[in-house]
């Protein structure tokens, strides 16, 4: 009754007003997406797709034929190509051939060894991993480009399990934040999930370095300081 009451009575507050701008893209070029004008976030909160081979296409196709987004089947499957961790339709057949991109290693010590693992049970899902964590890094690369100084990140992700093989996904992350350059990264464990016992969903929390801290390594570039501003990526 309390619950419902608080829900009842926040129904006559005004929600704070904010500008919102939807841009669409692809998260892993975002300097594609945002003009020089349009960077300098200060906070990202998002919820990526986890390795989990949960596809978005695959729940939503119905509603996307229904509504003219996508024309076949062929579509679907092109479209999940291009999402991260997408394998429905010929995202499949295309994970097969798939090879790394040759732009550096995942910088997590187990990586390798882990890709191994889950591929002697399943090539495909060895693969599937891999370009998974490729493709987060190129996000992570390109995020860095159009965040400001101090930024503060939060990424909820869950961790994963194939076969016996744990997949560390909240470690994983906090290894490439490092790689990419962000600092005081840490993981909150945030709730326990209803499959099996191993998982749960964590935050992982990374900011970019401080003005003050960047101007004493390097020679000043922008002194504005940059208004708040935060963006949250979906497809
Ligand atoms: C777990 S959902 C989260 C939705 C929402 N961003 C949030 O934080 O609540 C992950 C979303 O990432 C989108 N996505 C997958 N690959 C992407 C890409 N390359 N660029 C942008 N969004 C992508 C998926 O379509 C899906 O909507």
């Not at 009575?9 to 003009?35: K, M, N, Q, Y």
């Not at 600092?183 to 003050?212: G, M, N, Q, Y």
Request: glycine fraction near 8%; charge should be positive.
């Amino acid at each position: 009754m309390v619950a419902a009451n608080k829900i009842a009575d926040s129904l006559s507050i005004e929600p704070p007003a904010a500008d919102c701008r939807v841009f669409l893209g692809d998260s892993r070029d975002l300097t594609a997406v945002l003009s020089a004008r349009e960077r300098g976030y200060t906070g990202v909160i998002t919820s990526p797709p986890y390795p989990n081979r949960m596809s978005y296409i695959r729940e939503l196709r119905p509603y996307m034929y229904r509504l003219g987004y996508l024309a076949d089947g062929r579509a679907a499957g092109e479209l999940d190509w291009k999402a991260i961790g997408g394998t429905w339709g010929c995202a499949t057949s295309l994970l097969n051939t798939w090879t790394p991109n040759g732009h550096g290693q995942i910088p997590f010590p187990q990586f390798d060894r882990i890709v191994d693992d889950i591929g002697r049970g399943n090539a495909l899902l060895g693969q599937y991993v891999h370009k998974y964590f490729e493709d987060i890094k190129s996000h992570m690369a390109s995020l860095r480009q159009v965040l400001a100084p101090g930024a503060n990140c939060r990424y909820i992700v869950g961790n994963s399990k194939f076969y016996d093989t744990m997949l560390p996904v909240e470690g994983i992350y906090v290894a490439m934040f490092e790689d990419a350059g962000f600092v005081d990264v840490s993981v909150e464990t945030i709730r326990k999930r209803t499959s099996k016992k191993e998982l749960f969903e964590f935050i992982v929390h990374a900011h970019t370095r401080r003005a003050d801290v960047q101007r004493r390594q390097h020679p000043p570039k922008s002194p504005a300081a940059p208004a708040h501003r935060s963006i949250s990526f979906d497809r």
